[in-house]
């Protein structure tokens, strides 16, 4: 029974010495972390937005554009580039929730009127070889000069505009799904986008 109070104790003060442990080294690569990610938006920015002098991942806005399933409100980002004074464009994520293989993250930039400047993919689980294509400059390459009008949001196997993966079709419908979403949205919400008073929020 002695040997009982004595393993309880070794037990404890191994399990409190993990728990620091584990909390010393999240405190030592939270900063490190969320910098990583700030280069990575920036370098996405950087790729799809028309040219810019001001800082776009300081001028942000945030708009709820639905709710999750137990009832919380989603927000997307909308990141403004500039030059001097006038907004040139306007870049959020987008994610396609029915990729083959999961989720695909994407960041779409546009003009202020709302064609697509440019579409860089952000992460994805897609099929090396196959629906990991979506990530060549062939296929993001399509969505450049697209806007809402004059263009068929779908795939050319389903009647659209868009040059769909040669054994992959899942894929890039996810995708052009996705943007066709995200555009619809930037348009519906332009005005508030676009609203100087909201810079920052």
């Known amino acids: 029974m002695n040997g009982i109070p004595r393993l309880v104790l070794a037990l404890t003060l191994i399990t409190v010495g993990a728990g620091l442990l584990l909390s010393l080294v999240e405190s030592l690569t939270r900063e490190p972390i969320a910098e990583q990610r700030r280069l990575e938006t920036l370098r996405a ?3 799809v937005l028309p040219p810019f ?12 554009y639905g709710k ?49 400047v440019g579409l860089e993919i952000l992460t994805h689980a897609e099929t090396p070889g196959l629906g990991d294509k979506i990530t060549h400059d062939a296929f ?9 009008e004059g263009t068929d949001w ?5 009647g659209g505009d868009f040059d769909q993966i040669t054994g992959a079709t899942i894929s890039p419908r996810a995708v052009v799904k996705a943007v066709h979403q995200g555009l619809q949205f930037y348009l519906e919400h332009r005005q508030d986008v676009l609203a100087p008073e909201r810079s920052g929020q």
């Open 45 to 47: 920015l950087q790729t």
């Open 154 to 158: 779908r795939v050319k196997k389903d």
């Open 53 to 64: 002098d001001n800082s776009p991942d300081a001028d942000t806005v945030q708009l709820v």
């Open 68 to 116: 999750d399933k137990k009832g919380r409100e989603l927000k997307r980002t909308f990141y403004r580039g500039r030059q001097g004074a006038e907004v040139s464009g306007v870049a959020f994520p987008v994610t396609a929730p029915d990729g083959y293989s999961g989720n695909i993250s994407m960041m779409v930039g546009v003009d202020v009127g709302g064609t697509v």
């Open 140 to 148: 993001k390459g399509q969505f450049k000069g697209r806007a809402m």
